[in-house]
C-alpha cells in the first residue's frame, strides 16, 4: 500500500509545527521539526518511486539529489540528535545552544527540500 499523501500531509504538519515553534522561541524544536518535515518528506518520496529505505539520514535516504538538497538533507541531518539530547554537549541542554538564526536556516532547508519532493512526485 502506498502511502505517499500521508507522508507529505505529516511533513506539512511538521513544518508548521516547526515554524509554531520558532515564533516561540523553541529553536531547538523547530530545528529537530524541520528535520523531522525533510525525512517525512523524502519518505514520501520514496514510497512514490517503489524504493524501500529506512533510517533517519536525510542525505542517505535520498538518491543522487541537487547540490542544494543534498547540501541542506546534511545540515538538516546533523539537528536530529544535539536538538534533543543534553548528552551530546559537554554541559547545557540542547535549547541553549539554538538561535533564532539556527531555526531560520533549518525552515528553509526543510522548505526546500519538501518543494523538491512534491516536484519529483508531479
Known amino acids: ?53 529506512r533510517g533517519h539520514s536525510i542525505s542517505h535516504l535520498l538518491t543522487n539529489p541537487p547540490a542544494d538538497i543534498l547540501q541542506c538533507a546534511i545540515f538538516l541531518d546533523k539537528q536530529y540528535t544535539p536538538s534533543r539530547y543534553p548528552d551530546v554537549y559537554y554541559e547545557g541542554s540542547p535549547y541553549e545552544y539554538y538561535t533564532e538564526k539556527d531555526a531560520d536556516e533549518c525552515i528553509n532547508c526543510a522548505i526546500k527540500i519538501l518543494n523538491w519532493v512534491k516536484g519529483q512526485i508531479k
Open 1 to 53: 500500500m502506498k502511502r505517499v499523501e500521508d507522508w507529505l500531509k505529516q511533513a506539512e504538519r511538521d513544518l508548521e509545527e516547526a515554524r509554531y515553534a520558532r515564533s516561540g522561541g523553541y529553536y531547538e524544536l523547530a530545528c529537530f521539526l524541520s528535520q523531522q518535515c525533510a525525512e517525512k518528506a523524502v519518505k514520501g518520496l520514496l514510497q512514490f518511486q517503489g524504493i524501500e529505505k
